[in-house]
């Protein structure tokens, strides 16, 4: 009786090809391992048949699309998202904004992305600046844009106001690339595995390093600016 029980309770839920299936149009590079990967993270608890095969529940499947938004669109660690998911669902204050929730038709999960008009007028910027950030490598040339090339570009119009263009800022990203390759150093362990889980683990864990990078580099550039200015 327990086994036809539990065999009720997962009819009608979705495989974990069926859910890649439902999701790859907007996340053309998801795999099954990237489902497997963020049940192994602990952010989503898909059930399991007699037989141990996942199967996903609508809100299984709505809470994995907003992780991958937030992902895609925010550049946040699975860390950073699963906590702010966990306090959401706890009612508790989270750190991320409240409308980043699991609520249906919240901000993250019915936000379109940008087209490039849409990003030029939400950045109060210029086609022509948009334009010279793809130059300078600042953003992709692409024909929609996330919440995180909103910023981006607004910031970059800000300092064209101030008179500094993105071309003044290429070493910026040969500063990128030197930081992904200390970061990457830390990584050999992990990329030593090939596998689609291993690439998951290193991405995550590359994610969870820049942030550390970006404190200290802001920290330094702070002092900078306190013992030039002061």
Do not use: C, W
């Not at 539990?6 to 890649?20: F, H, P």
């Not at 970059?156 to 263009?165: D, H, N």
């Not at 071309?167 to 030593?192: C, D, G, N, P, Q």
């Not at 590359?206 to 306190?226: F, P």
Request: glycine content about 6%; hydrophobic content about 45%; overall charge neutral.
């Amino acid at each position: 009786m327990a086994a036809t029980n539990k065999s009720q309770a997962t009819r009608g839920l979705l495989s974990i090809g069926q859910v890649q299936a439902k999701l790859i149009a907007e996340f053309p590079d998801l795999a099954q391992s990237k489902l497997r990967f963020l049940e192994d993270e602990g952010l989503v608890t898909p059930k399991r048949t007699d037989a141990g095969y996942r199967k996903y529940d609508a809100a299984d499947v709505e809470r994995v699309r907003l992780i991958l938004t937030m992902q895609r669109d925010m550049y946040l660690p699975l860390k950073v998202i699963g906590e702010h998911l966990d306090a959401i669902e706890r009612g508790e204050a989270s750190p991320l904004p409240q409308s980043v929730g699991l609520a249906e038709g919240s901000e993250v999960v019915s936000r379109a992305r940008r087209t490039r008009e849409e990003l030029v007028q939400a950045a109060g910027a210029t086609v022509n600046l948009l334009q010279d950030a793809v130059s300078a490598g600042f953003l992709p040339a692409a024909d929609t844009y996330g919440e995180d090339s909103v910023a981006i570009l607004a910031s970059l119009a800000q300092l064209q106001r101030a008179g500094i263009e993105p071309r003044h800022m290429r070493t910026l990203k040969a500063a990128a690339e030197r930081e992904f390759a200390l970061i990457e150093r830390s990584l050999v362990a992990v990329l030593a595995k090939p596998t689609a889980s291993g690439k998951a683990r290193a991405n995550e864990r590359a994610r969870e390093l820049a942030e550390h990078v970006d404190v200290v580099r802001a920290a330094m550039l702070r002092s900078v600016i306190t013992s030039q200015l002061s």
